[in-house]
C-alpha cells in the first residue's frame, strides 16, 4: 500500500489539485479538514481520472473529516451490469489507475481555504 497527499488551496472559491502519477488499486480516499483554514462548511469534492475523466467519488455539502472507500460497478464480458441476483443489488469492485493522476476539484470551498485529500492505493507490491 501506498499513500499519496493532494493539497488544494481555493481561490474564489474553487480549487484543482493532482497527485502525482500512480498506479493502483484506490483502496481509500481521506479528507482531513484543515486546522487553521478549513473550506467553508458545505463544500463539494468531484474526484476523478484525470486521463479518462472516471467517476472516482463525489461528495456534496462535506462539514468534517471522513474516510471513504469508493467502488464502481461491474458488468459481465457481454458489457451488462453484474448483480448479485436477477434484478439485484450491484457487484462493485476497487476502481484501478495505471500511471494516471487523481483530479481533485472543489466547488463552494470559500476563498483561501485548505483541505488535505489522502490517497490510499494498493499498488501490488
Do not use: C, W
Request: hydrophobic share 40%.
Amino acid at each position: 500500500m501506498r499513500k499519496f497527499e493532494v493539497t488544494a488551496v481555493t481561490g474564489t472559491a474553487t480549487a484543482t489539485a493532482y497527485s502525482p502519477y500512480l498506479s493502483g488499486y484506490i483502496e481509500s480516499i481521506e479528507y482531513v479538514k484543515d486546522g487553521s483554514i478549513p473550506y467553508a462548511d458545505g463544500v463539494d469534492f468531484t474526484i476523478t481520472s484525470e486521463a479518462t475523466g472516471e467517476s472516482i467519488l463525489a461528495l456534496t455539502d462535506q462539514n468534517a473529516s471522513v474516510v471513504k472507500r469508493p467502488r464502481a460497478a461491474t458488468h459481465s464480458v457481454a458489457g451488462v451490469a453484474a448483480v448479485y441476483a436477477s434484478g439485484g443489488t450491484a457487484v462493485n469492485d476497487r476502481i484501478a489507475l495505471s500511471r494516471d493522476r487523481v483530479k481533485v476539484a472543489i466547488a463552494q470551498g470559500g476563498n483561501g481555504k485548505s483541505g488535505k485529500f489522502i490517497i490510499t492505493v494498493d499498488d501490488g507490491r
